[in-house]
């Protein structure tokens, strides 16, 4: 029970007043992480305004509301989906259970926004001036690690994994793709979700499946720096879409398929060519005397050539269409 007046304090801020309330000589005794205090005071100086927090959860059971009447719609069903196969089913479900998930985060967020952090910061501000002042730093011992010239370099750290996320610029929807590549890797992935998305300009971000608002874009620009950021949980626009009006998902996506299909032969198979390959090769015969050779005799008639074989099938679609498919934002 919280007592008039009284405070709540998050964990790592409670740890930090438990020690501001130890003794002087247990305090000298111990190290003071000065980038940790510092940092305690940025976020205890950060306070959240809840109107906008408020709106902002609204917002998002607005649209999980809509995404499921959509789905009502579609006849996909209530919570288990009927057809789980259905491209549009797949997709629906997907969005719902980002939306559930950026609704998790929101709340989690306002949770631990606490409006009476004023205190907290002078307390937090107090310790890392007696402790983290520029006279205490002076006074500390410098530790010298001897440097080896001799010694070759080490090995450069290879570039961090990312997620992908596809960004729609005109309403700033986004879905993951189901690959996780190198950071150096991400100019590459621009041109899988532009081909994913032929009718609207798109681009690959790097960041999490439920969470845009950290990502960044191949040039390093932030997702919020986006003109149309978040401007899709207004509403679907009939202007904004991925395929042109009337159009079959098998035509929209003729250039991802060509661009996940990096092991297709450059030679063109036709019926023909199968045939030919497909008929065995005679061994060759001894050379047969002139006297043997038996008498000419009359012509047969050709043989009729074998029915030609189809053309190989294409390889089979790799697990990145098949994940595109499934969470296009809207259809």
Known sequence: ????????????????????????????????????????????????????????????????????????????????????????????????????????????????????????????????????????????????????????????????????????????????????????????????CQAQCPSAESSAYAGDDGDVSGATATDGSPYSALPTAFRYLKGPSQACACRAPHQSWSAALAGAEALLQPNKADVTVTAELAASMARPVPAARAAVPAAAKPAPSAPKKKAKSPPSLAAPSPLPDRDLTREFRGSDPTL
């Open 1 to 192: 029970m919280t007592r008039p007046g009284s405070r709540r304090f998050p964990v790592p801020s409670l740890a930090l007043l438990i020690a501001l309330a130890a003794s002087p000589g247990a305090a000298s005794a111990q190290a003071v992480d000065c980038s940790a205090l510092r940092a305690a005071i940025d976020a205890a100086g950060r306070t959240a305004d809840p109107a906008q927090a408020d709106a902002a959860l609204q917002r998002q059971r607005d649209e999980i509301v809509r995404m499921r009447d959509a789905a009502s719609r579609t006849g996909c069903g209530d919570g288990l989906f009927d057809d789980p196969d259905s491209t549009p089913c797949r997709a629906l479900a997907r969005r719902i259970g980002l939306l559930q998930v950026g609704l998790q985060r929101l709340q989690d967020r306002a949770f631990r926004d606490d409006p009476a952090g004023d205190g907290r910061s002078r307390d937090l501000q107090a310790r890392f001036d007696a402790e983290c002042s520029a006279d205490r730093a002076e006074d500390a011992p410098v530790t010298t690690v001897p440097v080896d010239p001799d010694a070759p370099p080490g090995p450069a750290a290879a570039p961090k994994a990312s997620r992908v996320l596809c960004v729609r610029h005109c309403d700033g929807a986004f879905y993951p793709l189901a690959v996780s590549v190198a950071a150096d890797r991400m100019p590459d992935m621009d041109r899988i």
